[in-house]
């Protein structure tokens, strides 16, 4: 499907405000951390979601709302404060291939990314220019640490290693973007939206390449990069908003 560019961006912002509403809120992972308010519970909950965020997504959002019920609705104390014996709690939780092993390893990596600074920190590039993609890989050499257990570490996507970092882009984008109309939470103050880089799955991949946003045919890093630098083009502030468009024309309108 060829569009001038003026037609692509006016049909991909109608998409966007047809989708970015509360009302999107209920089928999608996002809505686990939207049960919370504080700012620790929020991003805690959107981690752990968004980590999990593969397969059916009533199955997703109820696995979430799960590990949310064994941190007794309470995440961050409970990243802070839990004993060792809490954690027997998880023996059986099990995701896909994400199981009680996994979520033991991440309350572990939490708790020292909060006493090192909070989960906000750790993703914010090291270097002076600012690319998320930095900030990605910052992230993933705190959170594992020196000697990660090797199941664990195909948890944390490695961009180095070319990987989409799918779930991670989400939860970014969840974070970052405040455009106040309660969909994205916009409670991290310290990254730009005009940083992101867009969430590539199935189905904005498959809509992204129809509309001649994307031509590499890997969905892995450096098709991230060739969609987000397309979406760039469209709107340079908040280029990551058109994934809402992108996945609804897949998810929803099977275009």
Known sequence: ?????????????????????????????????????????????AFFSATIAWGQRPTIIRNGLKLMELMDNEPSAFILNHSESDLKAFKGF???TFNADDVVYFIHSL????????????????KAKQDM????????????????????????????????????????????RNDKRGVDFGIWKNLSPTLLYCPLDLHSGRIARKLGLLKRTQDDWKAVDELTQ????????????????????GAFEKF
Not at 111 to 126: C, D, M, S, T, V
Not at 232 to 240: E, F, G
């Open 1 to 45: 499907m060829k569009l001038a560019p003026s037609e692509l961006k006016d049909f991909l912002d109608e998409k966007f405000e047809l989708y970015n509403k509360p009302k999107f809120i209920e089928s999608d992972p996002i809505s686990v951390p939207h049960r919370f308010t504080k700012k620790e519970d929020i991003e805690i909950a």
């Open 94 to 96: 099990v995701h896909r």
């Open 230 to 249: 397309s979406l760039r083009k469209l709107d340079a502030k908040d280029p990551v908003k058109y994934d809402f468009a992108l996945f609804g024309l």
């Open 111 to 126: 708790k020292h990314l909060y006493k090192l600074g909070g989960l906000e920190k750790a993703f914010i590039p090291q």
């Open 133 to 176: 993609r930095e900030g990605i890989i910052h992230f993933r050499k705190l959170f594992l640490g020196k000697h990660p257990p090797g199941r664990t570490t195909k948890h944390i996507s490695n961009v180095e290693k070319n990987a989409s970092a799918k779930r991670i882009n989400m939860f970014l984008r969840w974070m970052v």
